[in-house]
């Protein structure tokens, strides 16, 4: 499904904002126009996908991924990210 580009307010002035996570200020973006499906992609679809590509996730890139907290009971805290 194609969607059109466009201008937007992106951002917070929350007080639980993270300026360095690109939470706040609310600025003014800019976006591309782009592509998107309609539905979630299947296991198979980003199998195809990587396979035709070659692409790797950041995970792969990283060697390791961040889990978001509150889906985790006790888990640990990081100090530059609390939250993941």
């Given at each position: 499904?194609?969607l ?10 929350d ?13 003014e973006?800019d ?9 979630c ?7 195809a ?5 070659g ?11 961040y889990?978001f907290a ?7 805290r ?5 939250w993941?």
């Amino acid at each position: 499904m194609p969607l059109p580009g466009g201008t937007f307010l992106m951002g917070s002035e929350d007080d639980d904002v993270n300026p360095g996570d690109g939470e706040g200020p609310v600025r003014e973006v800019d976006v591309d126009a782009f592509t998107i499906d309609a539905h979630c992609v299947t296991n198979e679809r980003f199998a195809a996908f990587v396979a035709a590509t070659g692409h790797r996730t950041d995970a792969e890139r990283f060697g390791w991924s961040y889990v978001f907290a509150k889906f985790l009971p006790g888990a640990p805290r990081r100090e530059r990210t609390p939250w993941w």
